[in-house]
């Protein structure tokens, strides 16, 4: 993912409500979300260049996203896919803290990432991106967060403006709804290049990045997926998929219970 914000345990309703934009290369081979034959109870989109995942959701209520960490300095190819880490996690039987404290040992195999991992009621978030004495997993308290290509919360102008419709949209008394979710990460308008330079983006590619959703040629926002997962443990899923015109080529929708999950940061 490149765009995530979510809401975690913010309302008594909805323990978990999610809006996410994958941005990818448009030749990038990927299948769209389906709950997998080897993993029948993993649902995930596919990336079929290296086999892993950018976000997915099990049935019994593990869930699972990771953004890239961009910084023009550090290109450098890593010897490992990034995608493996939310599968390896969704796949695996680990307690989120367990899982991330383990990965701990060989973070730096991989690109920089900001890696979430845990159940819709806990929370886990970790960055290779900080020197290794300041990596340590974080458990979320209840709160709105935003995530894209620097850390977590980091006040980018578009992290900024997801948190803020997905909170007007979390105050509706009538419910959620996925196309209501999916304003919160789509705006294609380019930020003030003042906002962009007041964070520190001044690299020739910022500008071009600061949309929300991306559009251009070869790279852009290849599919946004909204979830929410209400207090009775109905989990509902939604991605669409989206051309290198921004057009809408693909949507998948799924609906299903969760096994119950304990809340907190055990």
Not at 3 to 24: G, I, M, Q, S, W
Not at 84 to 112: I, M, S
């Amino acid at each position: 993912m490149c765009l995530l914000v979510f809401a975690h345990r913010a309302d008594p309703r909805y323990p978990l409500v999610l809006a996410a934009n994958r941005d990818e290369f448009h030749a990038r081979p990927t299948a769209g979300s389906a709950f997998w034959p080897e993993y029948p109870d993993l649902l995930a989109g596919r990336d079929l260049a290296q086999g892993g995942t950018w976000m997915g959701l099990t049935r019994d209520g593990r869930f699972a996203a990771i953004t890239n960490f961009r910084d023009p300095a550090r290109t450098a190819p890593a010897p490992r896919s990034r995608g493996e880490l939310p599968l390896n996690y969704l796949a695996g039987g680990q307690p989120p803290q367990a899982f991330l404290r383990d990965l701990l040992v060989h973070a730096d195999d991989y690109a920089g990432f900001n890696l979430l991992v845990g159940t819709v009621d806990t929370l886990w978030y970790l960055t290779n991106s900080v020197d290794r004495d300041e990596r340590t997993p974080q458990c979320l308290p209840p709160g709105l967060y935003g995530l894209s290509n620097a850390r977590l919360d980091t006040p980018w102008p578009k992290v900024i403006r997801a948190r803020d419709r997905l909170r007007a949209v979390m105050a509706t008394t009538r419910g959620l709804g996925h196309e209501a979710l999916a304003t919160a990460v789509g705006d294609r308008t380019l930020a003030d290049p003042a906002d962009l330079q007041r964070q520190g983006l001044t690299h020739g590619m910022d500008l071009l990045l600061s949309a929300q959703f991306i559009t251009t040629a070869s790279y852009g926002t290849r599919s946004t997926t909204t979830l929410w997962v209400d207090d009775k443990g109905m989990a509902s899923w939604r991605e669409s998929s989206f051309d290198a015109r921004g057009a809408e080529a693909d949507r998948r929708e799924y609906a299903f219970a969760l096994a119950a999950n304990p809340p907190g940061c055990e």
